[in-house]
């Protein structure tokens, strides 16, 4: 971590200026067709971020969790992209504008450290999932997928590592690039195996180590 606390409170003192909102799950951040305005910082909850593919289904790109900042490429660069984003559950957000943000960091150079640890663990996300789409199989894909989440979001519970954001099968399919009617099949064969459990969307590991054993 390049950023110490006194550095990351300078950076959240931005935002913590800014305008504060709250979202109930579903409700829309950034609309589709809609250009990003302002750059957006958690305070809690979830937000998830997705495109809309040709054939109209929903691509999720990322889930974004509290104390990230979106939509970080059109911060950084200025460039948009159709990215929609949505709040999973209650939500509150910060907003700042883009000039604003651009000109804290440029006059206030102790904040590009923590900005840099943000942008590395972001990078670090997608790499991740690149790496995920090189296993041949949709069971391994999935595998990687779960461990992966389960890092960004795992919990511990009485029955294993509890993923503590609820995805749905057509979100997981297009993560790992196979079809939802695949997904829901392999997501059943780790469940028969008793790896996994699934409950509205929530899925806890039973045996990681076993899940590991599978890549």
């Known amino acids: 971590m390049l950023g110490n606390d006194s550095q990351l409170e300078l950076f959240l003192s931005l935002f913590k200026h800014g305008k504060l909102l709250s979202y109930n799950k579903g409700e829309y951040i950034i609309r589709p067709g809609e250009s990003p305005e302002y750059v957006f910082y958690i305070e809690s909850g979830l937000v998830k971020a997705f495109n809309i ?102 919990k511990d519970c009485p029955e294993g590592v509890l993923i503590n954001v609820p995805l749905k099968q057509q979100d997981i399919a297009s993560s790992i690039n196979a079809t939802r009617e695949t997904t829901s099949r392999e997501l059943g064969v780790l469940e028969r195996k008793g790896l996994i459990t699934t409950t509205q969307g929530y899925i806890t590991i039973i045996d990681k180590s076993a899940l590991k054993k599978l890549l």
């Open 53 to 154: 593919s040709k054939y109209g289904e929903e691509n999720l790109l990322i889930i974004r969790k509290p104390h990230e900042i979106f939509p970080l490429i059109w911060a950084v660069t200025g460039q948009g992209r159709s990215i929609i984003y949505q709040a999973l559950s209650p939500t509150t957000v910060y907003k700042v504008n883009r000039e604003e943000f651009t000109k804290f960091l440029t006059s206030n150079t102790d904040v590009l450290y923590p900005f840099i640890d943000l942008i590395v663990k972001q990078y670090r996300i997608h790499s991740e999932r690149i790496l995920n789409l090189e296993y041949r199989s949709v069971r391994e894909r999935l595998v990687s997928f779960i461990l992966t989440m389960a890092m960004r979001f795992g």
